[in-house]
């Protein structure tokens, strides 16, 4: 029989979760009827292109309004940019209307658990299937951080999901988002997918598909989006990444920098809050329960509606040549994918511990990478990169 204890820790770790909304949020009253962003609304053009970006375009011989009116659709191996150093991800104002968010799909072969190989001496026994529970509403009270992540790839539009984690550069005023690599680039065979963007407490009030047949886009966005102007992810990622998670899995983790297709305020000001990220989690065996949220997608879900899962972790071995991996019964199924996973440290507070990458097709389970140095230099970097902008 599985301990109680898991569901016991459970508790206390759903309110600790829910104790991050702050009043910044939008109120009861009015939170499909003016997204907060919108206070600082009126700034500079938020459709035009900073001199960075056209130049990098034009470096790979793409006309940066051509970009803007259609060429991104352009998926020629020539123009599907890879490297670290080119991501570009211009805002192209209006792009991700409600429907398009809707239709978005989730990346399903990145959840299909693969060929799982790995060393069987340090794999735990496969958890108990964790029946996904809906996240109370509005979603900005109980889960203020989560929220959904879109883009585009060659199959179309996609949909994971995300986290705003706190920013040291920048202390409460973070722009920063986590989420999994294979959210931002299709590792080995390809390259950075493109029109980033992330939606905090998507649906907030987790209306259905029928209620939102005729939604204004403040119901579905009560924030507004937040394109990504700056992305990383992991070197063995970007490397060793594929569709089924590959040997990139224990590494499939990226960090966002996004700034507001409208507007100035700081993604955690509009928020309420952020979370910050642990990397130096204990070992599994010390953990009592990690809690995972995020937004199925991928049937039985639709995508709409918040989700959370809470266990007892155990430890999933790829490959014997990489790290382990954290692993949690949970029946949430892609479009979950790049979801925070939480832990309550040794201080009683609340972090980021791990991301949702891989999980079998028949979704009893869910595994994320263990966050430790590289994870660490991946998000350095990414803060002292933001320090200056």
């Known amino acids: 029989m599985r301990s109680i204890r898991p569901l016991l820790a459970a508790t206390g770790l759903v309110a600790a979760l829910a104790l991050t909304a702050t009043a910044c949020g939008p109120s009861e009253d009015n939170a499909a009827d003016k997204p907060a962003a919108a206070d600082s609304a009126g700034g500079k053009d938020s459709g035009s292109l900073s001199d960075g970006l056209a130049d990098t375009l034009k470096k790979h011989g793409v006309d940066p309004e051509k970009w803007k009116n259609g060429e991104w659709k352009n998926w020629d191996k020539d123009k599907w940019l890879r490297e670290a150093k080119d991501f570009v991800n211009p805002v192209i ?54 929220g959904k992540v879109f883009f585009d790839s060659p199959e179309g539009a996609m949909v994971c999901s995300g986290t705003v984690v706190k920013d040291p550069e920048n202390p409460g005023r973070s722009n920063l988002v986590w989420t999994a690599g294979h959210c931002v680039h299709a590792g080995s065979k390809g390259g950075w997918y493109r029109n980033i963007v992330f939606v905090p407490a ?69 928020v309420g809050n952020a979370l910050p990220v642990d990397f130096d989690a204990p070992e599994v065996s010390k953990i009592s329960a990690m809690g995972a949220w995020g937004y199925p997608a991928a049937p039985p879900y639709n995508g709409l509606i918040m989700h959370k899962c809470v266990d007892r972790p155990g430890r999933l071995s790829v490959s014997p040549s990489t790290p382990t991996m954290y692993r949690i019964g949970c029946t949430m199924t892609g479009g979950s994918s790049g979801g925070g996973w939480f832990s309550e440290g040794s201080d009683g507070k609340l972090a980021l511990v791990s991301n949702t990458s891989i999980g079998p ?17 991946v998000f350095t970097a990414m803060s002292k990169r933001s320090g200056s902008q």
């Open 202 to 270: 998507y649906n907030d009030r987790g209306k259905s598909a029928a209620a939102l047949e005729n939604a204004q886009p403040q119901e579905i966005a009560p924030y507004g989006a937040y394109w990504a102007d700056w992305a990383t992810t992991s070197g063995e990622w970007l490397a060793d990444g594929g569709p089924t998670g590959g040997e990139g899995a224990p590494y499939d983790y990226a960090v966002l920098h996004v700034k507001p297709e409208k507007g100035s305020k700081s993604l955690e000001e509009t």
């Open 93 to 146: 104002e209006g792009l991700w209307k409600p429907d398009r968010m809707k239709s978005a799909k989730d990346p399903a072969k990145t959840m299909a658990a693969g060929d799982l190989s790995g060393d069987q001496g340090v794999t735990d026994p496969e958890p108990a299937p964790v029946e996904a529970e809906r996240e109370k509403t509005p979603y900005h009270d109980y889960a203020a951080p989560v």
């Open 361 to 377: 097709v028949t979704s009893g389970w869910l595994a994320g990478p263990h966050l430790g140095k590289g994870a660490q230099d």
